[in-house]
């Protein structure tokens, strides 16, 4: 008996089901654990991070002479853009730029342009530490840096933490009062190190020299401010991340790691949207495993999570890391194709963030690599900025979600998606649920992963209303994309649902955020 048979007969015998129930190939269920406790989940969460590579800081964040800028070179369109983000931090200078950087080179009222050792380039150091804290006060987020532990030593890098934290003592908070900053900068953010396991990084360390080295840069940073956080560059690898804990771990407050997964650096060729989602259910497994070694060390519960370099697509920097090899400067210009940024980095987001929020007992900080340009939710030109799709997901997790992470279980049909090593299931509905302190209001973050087709996915929540208001992002197809040309093809809309026993029809290719008062 074929589908439409069936789909007949069901028909007659449940009239009350309106079609699109029945004709849904999908299906899955959430069950919300309302009598368990919910957890506070650290809206760091939803932090950025912006590096000296291409157009991010020069031509992006910050750029003097513009119209579109105020009197300190930084572009006023932007800031507002990231305040409707509310982003709660900011890493900054590198990843691999940090490597070979000397924040000295960055302050005082004489900047030297130095050339950059790992992104081929001169920097004119005009956008340094000063600058870079300005912009986060004013942006509203919490600066978060990452220090020099390729080239640089732990005194430089407790150095800047005396010109930053230190309100009177000694020569580098008298620096930055002469630089005209007589209060502290009072960052809290510090990591040791960006990848300093990779062969592509200037400065790489053994696993041998990683620990120890990490532990005396941290007595030093720390004997300047105790009150620091201090994160160290980590991998979801127990032969790297065992050893820095067992030699470092007492000092640490976070271990970071990062994730790109359609690797584009060398071709840019980015995966379509079917490998996207194939893409999207691999985040949550380096968290995992990355739980897994803290548990292994007794530091799960005391040192967190930071994913604080993270993307579906990785940079396009061809050459880079190949030392010998030219890097190809012109081609780092691909990054700025809108096209690349379609639902497929809309859905992945969505779910990337669910994943943190998911493990948010140990996930405590995420950095979208980056914020401006390159794969960045914002595309920053001359004239103005487009707003991408993953700027809208963002603003919607950081604008609709309530404080607090309610357990529940996700049971999803799933679909299968080809890949290199052979067809994969993925399942088609994502979903958290996050609630009020009193859990009397719910907004549910809710995904279907599908190009076509609908899916249905029934709450266990007993009395839904008749009809419920949702931010949808959809856009008019798997491959849209906003574009200078036209900035608003995919942006969330107010849609009505009406549940059908218990049952909400979620479009496909689409993140839906629902709320619901008890
Ligand atoms: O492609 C950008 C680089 O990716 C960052 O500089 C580094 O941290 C990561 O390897």
Redesign the pocket.
């Known amino acids: 008996m074929n589908h439409k048979i069936i789909l007949v007969c069901i028909c007659l015998l449940f009239p009350g089901l309106p079609a699109q129930v029945y004709s849904q190939k999908y299906k899955a269920f959430l069950d919300i654990r309302l009598d368990e406790a919910p957890l506070q989940y650290d809206r760091m969460i939803f932090g950025q991070f912006i590096?000296h590579?291409h157009r991010q800081v020069y031509g992006g964040i910050f750029e003097p002479g513009s119209p579109l800028s105020d009197e300190r070179g930084f572009r006023k369109d932007v800031i507002l853009a990231l305040r409707e983000l509310k982003v709660p931090v900011v890493r900054w200078p590198?990843?691999?730029?940090v490597s070979s950087y000397h924040w000295m080179n960055g302050v005082g009222p004489v900047r030297v342009p130095v050339y950059d050792k790992a992104w081929h380039v001169e920097d004119p150091n005009t956008f340094g530490t000063d600058e870079f804290v300005s912009w986060c006060r004013e942006i509203g987020a919490e600066p978060y840096i990452c220090t020099n532990a390729g080239t640089g030593t732990p005194e430089e890098m407790s150095e800047w933490v005396e010109y930053c934290n230190l309100r009177e003592m000694g020569k580098f908070a008298a620096m930055r009062r002469a630089n005209g900053f007589e209060e502290p900068h009072a960052v809290k953010y510090w990591s040791i190190g960006?990848?300093n396991y990779g062969a592509w990084e200037l400065g790489a360390k053994t696993v041998d020299e990683w620990g120890d080295f990490v532990r005396e840069s941290a007595k030093l940073m720390l004997n300047v401010d105790p009150t620091i956080h201090l994160f160290a560059a980590a991998l979801p690898d127990t032969a790297w991340t065992i050893p820095l804990l067992q030699r470092a771990g007492p000092y640490l407050d976070y271990i970071s790691i990062?994730g790109y997964w359609d690797r584009l650096?060398q071709v840019n060729d980015p995966s379509d949207y079917l490998s996207c989602m194939r893409f999207s259910v691999m985040p949550e497994r380096r968290i995992l495993n990355t739980i897994r070694i803290l548990e292994e060390t007794g530091y799960a519960g005391k040192i967190r999570i930071a994913f604080d370099?993270w993307n579906l697509r990785?940079?396009h920097?061809p050459g880079h890391g190949l030392h010998r090899e030219q890097q190809d400067i012109a081609a780092r210009d691909l990054n700025d194709l809108n096209s690349t940024y379609t639902m497929a980095d809309a859905i992945f987001t969505a779910c990337f963030l669910n994943a943190c929020l998911r493990q948010s007992d140990h996930v405590a900080m995420a950095c979208m690599a980056p914020v401006v340009n390159t794969r960045g939710p914002l595309y920053v030109y001359p004239e103005g900025l487009v707003k991408r799709t993953t700027y809208h997901v963002m603003y919607m997790y950081a604008n609709y979600l309530q404080p607090f992470v309610i357990p529940c279980d996700l049971h999803s049909d799933v679909f299968r998606v080809p890949g290199p090593g052979g067809d994969t299931n993925i399942p088609v509905v994502d979903a958290i649920v996050t609630c009020s302190e009193d859990r009397k209001t719910l907004t549910l973050s809710l995904v279907n992963r599908h190009p076509d087709q609908e899916a249905g996915c029934r709450l266990s929540l007993p009395d839904l209303p008749d009809s419920l208001q949702a931010y949808v992002l959809q856009g008019d197809s798997p491959d849209a994309f906003n574009d200078v040309d036209a900035p608003g093809r995919v942006v969330p809309e107010t849609r009505t649902l009406r549940p059908r026993n218990g049952s909400l029809s979620l479009p496909p290719h689409s993140l839906l955020m629902i709320t619901i008062k008890r």
């Open positions: 590096e590579f590198g990843g691999c730029f960006n990848e990062h650096q370099e990785s940079w920097h």
